[in-house]
């Protein structure tokens, strides 16, 4: 069964402007630099790239917590870009939700776990009184693994691994279509990331839930995402599913960044070619000329500092290298 685009963005930008003084010409962070891509019902799309190219920007951007700078953005086929009619956007900020890396500050501590599940539903107006609002309470903490009794207690009672769950149960009490998860598990134990991620998956099969999952971690992304995208320096560079991306790279910059993931197994280890990141990553204010990969990819000749390259078709994904198929018989 073809499944339904739920999310498109073309040529996302999102530009953050910086103060050089009074006097001083104004400079802007290109921190979300002419992104395109979309994203199916159910479906995982992993993104995954350096810290500071742009990946938390473009999810906040696509939920509409950042203004674009330009490009577009499509929500359930609809062009919400500009939307200003409050209850389209009300109904946009339902549909589409934020889990944030720290579950420790998402939380308000205050609030007790069922006052804090509850409030988005009763921002909504969902339920007609507060004994159904509490009893879908009960339900979303089941769903996520903790207990009915915890709806009295208050976040600071619970650890890193249960507070992100109490933050998946309110998120869910909207009954989102789409949610971005920013690093979700990044702040907790490893012994804990693997069940968070479940839960993830299990919500994701009965919900048919799409998810931007956002994370530093290519082999955890791997195990999740249905394709991957690989951000660097505010553009996406290479595109595909998370197998083709994974196991078989094409742009240069994927290439590195997975030669920096261990390898566990000692053979494949030692054969494995190894194109080491070096070099500073450049300022998102005074990117380079033509590929932003550039300063830093040992296979630049002069023409990837002339022209930005574009998304191609190459191997079964998409790729921005202007030495696509050159590369491949070199170095793969
Ligand atoms: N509100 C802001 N104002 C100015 N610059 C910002 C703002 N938010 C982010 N930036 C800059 O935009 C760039 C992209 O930041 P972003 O947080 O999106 O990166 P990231 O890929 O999520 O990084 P990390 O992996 O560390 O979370 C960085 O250079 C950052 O300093
Ligand atoms: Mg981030």
Do not use: W
């Amino acid at each position: 069964m073809e499944s339904k685009e739920i999310l498109r963005v073309e040529n996302l930008k999102t530009y953050f402007e910086v103060s050089g003084g009074l006097l001083a010409k104004k400079q802007y962070v290109k921190a979300v630099d002419d992104v395109s891509l979309s994203i199916n019902e159910g479906e995982t799309f992993g993104l995954v790239g350096e810290s500071g190219c742009g990946k938390s920007t473009l999810g906040r951007t696509i939920v509409k917590l950042y203004e674009p700078t330009a490009g577009k953005i499509f929500f359930d086929g609809e062009d919400i870009t500009a939307i200003k009619n409050k209850d389209k956007l009300h109904n946009f900020h339902k549909d589409c939700q934020l889990i944030f890396q720290d579950p420790y500050a998402s939380l308000d501590p205050r609030m007790t776990v069922g006052e804090i599940i509850k409030e988005p539903m009763e921002i909504h107006g969902m339920y007609s009184s507060n004994e159904e609002r509490e009893k879908v309470c009960v339900e979303l903490l089941e769903t996520v693994g903790l207990k009915p009794d915890h709806i009295r207690r208050y976040p600071h009672e619970f650890s890193g691994g249960q507070r992100q769950r109490i933050s998946i149960a309110r998120t869910l009490a909207l009954k989102p279509k789409f949610i971005v998860c920013d690093e979700p598990i990044s702040a907790l134990d490893v012994s804990i990331q693997a069940q968070i991620i479940n839960i993830l998956k299990d919500i994701q099969k009965n919900l048919n839930i799409a998810y931007l999952f956002i994370g530093h971690d290519l082999a955890m992304i791997e195990t999740i995402a249905d394709r991957i995208g690989v951000m660097y320096l505010g553009h996406l560079v290479e595109v595909g599913t998370a197998e083709e991306v994974y196991h078989h790279p094409v742009h240069p910059y994927t290439q590195a960044l997975l030669s920096a993931v261990p390898v566990p197994d000692p053979v494949v280890g030692k054969n494995k070619q190894r194109m080491i990141l070096e070099g500073e990553t450049p300022s998102p204010i005074d990117p380079p000329s033509g590929c932003p990969f550039r300063t830093r990819c040992l296979y630049a000749t002069e023409v990837c500092a002339k022209e930005m390259p574009v998304m191609r078709e190459f191997g079964g994904h998409m790729a921005a290298c202007a030495r696509l198929g050159e590369l491949e018989e070199k170095h793969l």
